[in-house]
């Protein structure tokens, strides 16, 4: 029998927020807010000085950029306080000034990375063409509307557009297929009045992230040369590179969506940083001295998205027990206040699970890391073996945080545990950590969630009849490997997951169309030595593959086809596909019927194999 919990799959799909991009200025804070009962529409917040909180951005308004399909910071803010933001539905940018006024062209363009300096927005422009490609560029648009300047186009990809405290220079970021941001970038610097450039930083095997100016001839920045995202202070023509605080420790993630500050300057010349492996912890750090500490606050995590106003600091902080809350730190008193929660009810602590970083032995000998959340019931007594399920992350170049989640809280108060595993290739770990992966998706990652349920049996934590293995995106990929490959697994659950490389290289978006390249190889023989719609014929145990109908990462036909091999072959398989859902469902209905679903899917399994 299930354990009884208070936590329900409606308390799971509206309970959370998400919130986002916070930004700070005059005493102000901003950021934004996926509405789960809304269909996922992203709001704007406010918070004035006086303590009083509005939303800006009624519906049927939705600030979301679409630029790599996975966006980013979707707005910014003016020095009068006004918001220029994109809008979900045509992708221009718009200026909040009582009612939203468009400030681009309706011709599909979309916009991202906004910064606002005077009376322009400076932002990354993405151009789908007529005849399938995608052009990008640094553009600035007056505030006061009509057609964006272009400043800087020809690479495949811009990121992190800042202009210097004088105006005279441009830095950004920038990089071509078939580089991924966590493989090669550039910091290069643009001269505004005669259009000369060069580079600063980076190539081909080096990622250089997030450029700010410290003053008009210097830049910090983040590289990874050394092995893991180290802060650095470099001249504008690359002379003089200084690190920060050298340390075997990520400064900064991987540049999945745009728009992130993993550090900031503070009034009093002190950076603001985010540091650590696996979570990152929140610090201050003076760039004279490279004395770095780290503030004393109640929360485990930070997201590397920071704002800062004077020696006030805004981010987004997340616990054990404590939900994911835009977070305001006094840096000179130390008065921290949470100014918004993510969830604004939690269930009684003793049904939240306690995280704790785990370290196992893979194929090799390789160590692989992940966070273990064992069961947690107050009403029932916990003795011996559990059910478990291996969570797999997306990305494949993600990581998994040891933040509250009521999902994983839904099954570990009714007596399921969970092991979420960064497997080799993940970030959070140094470069060395997530170069495992080059050349080896479909096997490292395999291998590693394997690992992951070997270790949970041989340390009497799990019955080893009884773990499953569930993941998403990326993740969903590594699940139905894992099923082909292996029979340690009950069953498999995967969300909009990868079977088949050809056709996800055909039709996928632009931003990953050559990660293949990096993570596979070139050559197509090797497709059916990894991708699950070959090795269906290995499939022993029931799946249940759920899928979004307009997801432009990983089209519908890459989980209806491998659901409809393992039909053919007599495999147990339910199917499940959501309208009007994308890459990561964001309506609350949709969310409560897939996690019903795949409770369903656990009790049924855990059941047949007693």
Known sequence: ????????????????????????????????????????????????????????????????????????????????????????????????????????????????????????????????????????AIVSVPLAGGEPREWVTGADFYAAPDLSPDGRHLAYICWNHPRMPWNGTELRVLRLEDGSSWTVKGGSSESVLSPQWKDDQTLYLVSDWSGWWNLYQITMYGTSSQALFPAEEEFAWPLWVLGGRPYLPLGDGRLAVVHGRGDLRLALLDPDSGELTDLDVPYDGWEPKLAADGTSLVGLGYGGAVPRSVVRIDTVTGRVEALRRGIDELPDIAYLPKARPVEFQGRFGRHVHGFLYPPANPEVPQEGRTPYVVFVHGGPTGHAQSELDLEKAFFTSRGIGVLDVNYGGSSAYGRAYRDRLKGQWGVVDVEDTVAAAE????????????????????????????????????????????????????????FESRYMEWLVGADESVYAEREPLALVSGVSCPMLLLQGLEDPIVPPEQ?????????????????????????????AETRTTALAAELAFYQQIFTETR
């Open 1 to 136: 029998m299930p354990w009884p919990s208070p936590i329900s799959t409606t308390d799971v799909a509206r309970a959370a927020l998400r919130l986002g991009w916070p930004s700070a200025q005059s005493g102000q804070v901003w950021w934004t807010e996926d509405r789960p009962d809304e269909g996922g529409r992203t709001t704007i917040m406010h918070r004035a000085a006086d303590g009083a909180r509005s939303e800006l951005l009624p519906a049927p308004w939705n600030a979301r950029t679409r630029v790599h399909e996975y966006g980013g910071r979707p707005y910014a803010v003016t020095a009068d306080d006004r918001i220029v933001f994109t809008h979900q539905a045509d992708q221009r940018l718009y200026l909040l000034d009582g009612e939203p006024r468009p400030l681009t062209p309706d011709d599909g363009a979309r916009y991202a990375d906004l910064l606002v300096r005077d009376d322009q927005v400076w932002c990354v422009r993405e151009r789908h063409t007529g005849d399938g490609k995608v052009v990008r």
């Open 455 to 510: 270790w949970l049996a041989a340390e009497g934590l799990a019955d080893p009849a009884k773990i499953a293995v569930r993941g998403g995106s990326a993740g969903g990929w590594t699940v139905m490997a894992a099923c082909c490959r292996s029979d340690v697994f009950a069953g498999g659950v995967s969300y909009y997951g990868v079977s088949a490389l050809a056709p996800l290289i055909a039709h996928t978006h632009d």
């Open 559 to 587: 989980s209806s086809a491998f659901a409809d091999a393992l039909l053919e072959r007599g495999i147990a398989c339910t199917y499940l596909a959501f309208d009007g859902e994308s890459h990561g469902f964001r309506r």
